[in-house]
């Protein structure tokens, strides 16, 4: 089955400095990657996704990128605040029949 | 679109009483719902997939007898801890699957934070 690694568990910047969380994922057939913002005791929060057939989506201070052939992708957060402090988990899916894998996470912390 | 209903928020119980979570499909049907649980500082993990009128199916190492799923209707899905133990204590959360997905990507439920003393 399919299996996401995601680094680094933790990772500290500055505000304003750029943050960047990369997943892999063994299973060639998956074509959805999701990214989520978790708060404590929150469940996830969508807050961007890219599908196979794409190699790069931005919105606003976030944008993901896709490598197919070498099967990983990253988030990218720029200009990071206060506010972006949470834990985010990659994930990973072949069809709405098969249920979200997901990476073990990374606590970002942004400091002012 | 794709909103779920999940209930309780939180419980606390005492080990060896069974505690029901039920989530709910409130403008959608969904004959799959994906259960996962979620130990503290750790990542989400699958326990269990509903199927509306047939058996759940386990992940490995998920004991079916303990997490009883009932999937009865295309609205409401239920997991029930029966005698709960403090190692039960932990995120639950359910998220639909297959035509939820399809229509309004995966949703979540706002998750059942159990605590068993």
């Known amino acids: 089955g399919e299996n996401v690694e995601q680094h680094p568990s933790t990772l500290s910047v500055q505000e304003g400095d750029s943050a960047v969380i990369k997943c892999t994922y063994s299973?060639?057939?998956?074509?959805?990657f999701p990214w989520y913002k978790q708060e404590l005791g929150k469940r996830p929060q969508l807050i961007i996704d890219?599908?196979?057939?794409?190699g790069e989506k931005k919105d606003q201070r976030i944008a993901v990128t896709l490598n197919k052939t070498a099967k990983h992708f990253s988030l990218h957060i720029t200009e990071t605040q206060p506010e972006d402090s949470a834990v985010y988990f990659c994930?990973?899916?072949?069809?709405?029949?098969?249920?979200?894998?997901f990476g073990k996470g990374t606590r970002l912390s942004v400091i002012a | 679109g794709a909103v779920v209903s999940q209930h309780p928020s939180w419980v606390i119980c005492k080990s060896g009483t069974s505690v029901k979570i039920e989530c709910r499909s409130l403008?959608?049907?969904?004959?799959?719902m994906f259960w996962y649980r979620q130990f503290p500082k750790q990542s989400l993990m699958l326990m269990a997939t509903?199927?509306?009128?047939?058996?759940?199916?386990?992940e490995q190492g998920v004991e079916k007898d303990k997490f009883l799923i009932n999937h009865a209707s295309l609205t409401l899905s239920t997991l029930t801890v029966t005698s709960a133990h403090p190692e039960d204590s932990s995120f639950y959360i359910c998220?639909?699957?297959?035509?939820?997905?399809?229509?309004?990507?995966?949703?979540f439920g706002s998750g059942t934070r159990l605590t068993v003393v």
């Open positions: 994930a990973a899916s072949f069809s709405g029949n098969t249920p979200l894998v």
């Open positions: 299973d060639s057939a998956s074509n959805y």
């Open positions: 890219i599908r196979s057939n794409v």
């Open positions: 403008d959608f049907q969904a004959t799959t």
């Open positions: 509903s199927n509306e009128g047939s058996k759940a199916t386990y």
């Open positions: 998220s639909p699957g297959d035509r939820a997905v399809a229509n309004y990507g995966y949703t």
